[in-house]
């Protein structure tokens, strides 16, 4: 087994500023698309420049997309997103198709955190002293010294009326207040 993971920065899974609570921000702040013009690993992102990179700009006007040539060198990807983090991505062979998806994930990952440990895979900032919550935290505890299968506890048990059951009651009491008797 390897310990390579020990050296990697350690840190809990967060959602940036509570992003899609009110509206999703997407978090990516900069792409930049390097390449050869001519060179045959960079013919994918050649090929993406051409026909897929006016349609990536036009629907995600938020992410500034700067393309940039260089000579004799393989093609890359490098990203910056809005928490200051920055992922790099070689791109050498890989097909347009290819080249979409990486811009995609990229897109929709909150930061570049692919070299963090996660300490735990869940994390509040408000931890309960109460203790988790449960479906059964609240019910009465005849259920604990029932014997099961109980036709009575495995009845469906609704505290509130049903949207139609309160239209009808609703038709029943204007009929009433009128004179007519609901049929």
């Known amino acids: 087994m390897s310990n390579s993971h020990l050296f990697l920065k ?3 899974p967060r959602a940036p500023l509570a992003n899609g609570v009110g509206r999703y921000v997407c978090q990516l702040q900069r792409i930049t698309l390097k390449y ?3 060179n045959g690993s960079s013919k994918g992102m050649r ?3 051409e026909n897929d990179l006016l349609d990536f700009s036009r629907a995600n006007p938020g992410v500034v997309v700067y393309v940039k040539p260089r000579r004799h060198r393989t093609a890359v990807m490098s990203a910056e997103y809005l928490n200051g983090d920055r992922q790099w991505i070689n791109c050498r062979n890989n097909t347009r198709e290819e080249i979409r ?3 995609e994930v990229l897109k929709t990952q909150a930061t570049g955190s692919s070299d963090t440990r996660l300490r735990k895979l869940w994390h509040t900032d408000v ?3 109460q203790g988790a919550w449960t479906p059964f935290t609240h019910q009465h505890p005849t259920g604990n010294v029932a014997q099961y299968p109980n036709r ?3 009845k469906l048990q609704t505290d509130e009326m049903t949207a139609t059951e309160k239209l009808i009651e609703m038709y029943r009491a204007q009929k ?4 007519d008797a609901p049929s």
Do not use: D, R, Y
């Not at 009433?176 to 004179?179: K, P, S, W």
């Open 10 to 12: 350690s840190a809990f």
């Open 127 to 129: 931890p309960s002293v």
């Open 152 to 154: 009575e506890l495995s």
């Open 101 to 103: 998806k990486w811009v």
């Open 36 to 38: 050869c013009k001519n």
């Open 47 to 49: 090929e993406f420049l």
């Open 176 to 179: 009433l207040q009128q004179g």
